[in-house]
């Protein structure tokens, strides 16, 4: 009966619903989109239960590290860790041999956002085992942003874009020094400088010191940028 199939869906979204952080706001709306907000994102992340990876799907579109970004640190926040954990192994599997992480349409801001979100997802779970396991292929993609940096360092960019890195973030073909490209990749570098820490520690302290680096050149552009333009 309809009566039936109707408690059937409500008790299968629920069990999901039970699953997840239990978070209760007084405005009614908001208290509903906390809700509704993970149903919906896994119902456009698709993979087969119980285990193995899952594709964090942007609408329509395939997984982008950047946009599927608050898709699985949404996942991490209401405790489907495992749910994180098995979105992030999708930008993992899908590595290329050097490195570079980029799975849609020559956009060259995914390898960034990507360890961001395995930094994110280390800071809710401190699942070292995890980290352990996949540390050959995050010194991999950082070694290639590194590389990346290095090919920049060169004396005309002073000021503007000396040791970044260039490329498109989006549609347009714009291969830019940008600041987004260059923010998510020092992100990422950040982040795996800090989950390194206590698993190897040489390693940590050399991205570490890249990071910081990074982060000083963006600046000095950022300001120059900021003085120099209309």
């Known amino acids: 009966s309809f009566d039936q199939k109707y408690r059937e869906s409500k008790d299968f979204w629920s069990g999901k619903l039970r699953k997840a ?14 809700k509704a907000g993970v149903l919906h994102l896994d119902l456009i992340t698709f993979g087969n239960e119980p285990d193995g990876t899952l594709a ?15 898709i699985i640190q ?20 899908k590595q290329h041999e050097n490195g570079f992480i980029q799975n849609f349409g020559g ?3 995914e390898t960034g956002a990507a360890l961001w979100s395995m930094g994110e997802y280390f800071r809710y779970t401190r699942d070292a ?42 549609d347009p073909e714009d291969h830019f020094h940008q ?3 260059n923010g998510y990749a020092y992100l990422g570098m950040s982040r795996i400088a800090e989950v390194l820490r206590e698993i190897d520690p040489a390693q940590s302290e ?8 990074w982060k000083e050149y963006i600046r000095e552009s950022f300001f120059n940028a900021m003085a120099l333009s209309p």
């Open 179 to 181: 600041f987004m490209l």
């Open 21 to 34: 952080a239990q978070i209760t706001v007084p405005e009614k709306r908001v208290n509903e989109m906390i």
């Open 74 to 93: 949404y996942y991490a926040s209401v405790g489907w860790t495992e749910e994180a954990k098995r979105s992030l192994t999708y930008f993992l599997d």
């Open 129 to 170: 085992a995890w980290i352990q396991s996949v540390k050959p292929k995050l010194l991999k993609s950082c070694d290639y942003l590194i590389q990346w940096r290095n090919r920049n360092k060169k004396e005309e960019l002073r000021g503007q874009g000396y040791g970044m890195i260039e490329g498109k973030v989006a």
């Open 206 to 213: 050399k991205i570490r010191t890249e990071a910081d680096a």
């Open 56 to 70: 964090p799907n942007i609408g329509v579109y395939s997984p982008i590290g950047t946009e599927s970004a608050p």
């Open 107 to 109: 956009y060259m801001v």
